[in-house]
Nanobody
Framework: QVQLVESGGGLVQAGGSVRLSCAAS????????MGWYRQAPGTQRELVAS???????NYADSVKGRFTVSRDNAKNTVYLQMNSLKPEDTAVYYC???????????WGKGTLVTVSS
């Protein structure tokens, strides 16, 4: 099992920035993918950004150029730097840990990011 603890959510004005952090613990594997998903009212949960241990990234089109995902492998922590925030970025952001070899997914409890107009 992998446990994920997110931090950094809150209220921010449009155009502002927020940095999310997620620390993983438990049955960490060598080949894993960490990232962030979000779910806004009336929408399905969607991928925001993900990153491998080697640094390969994947972003949703809606956040490219504004968000940056990074990770510290020594700390088993993934970060999401969110800049130029828009009201449509308002959502609960969930940390995701993918155990590639075993095909398992683990989720954090989520942290709410609210962007005001």
């Amino acid at each position: 099992q992998v446990q994920l603890v997110e931090s950094g959510g809150g209220l921010v004005q449009a155009g502002g920035s927020v940095r999310l952090s997620c620390a993983a613990s438990g049955s960490i594997v060598a080949n894993d993918i960490m990232g962030w998903y979000r779910q806004a009212p009336g929408t399905q949960r969607e991928l925001v950004a993900s990153i491998t241990r080697s640094g390969s990234t994947n972003y949703a089109d809606s956040v490219k150029g504004r968000f940056t995902v990074s990770r510290d492998n020594a700390k088993n922590t993934v970060y999401l730097q969110m800049n130029s925030l828009k009201p449509e970025d308002t959502a609960v952001y969930y940390c995701n840990y993918k155990d590639w070899p075993r095909g398992m997914n683990y989720w954090g409890k989520g942290t709410l990011v609210t962007v005001s107009s």
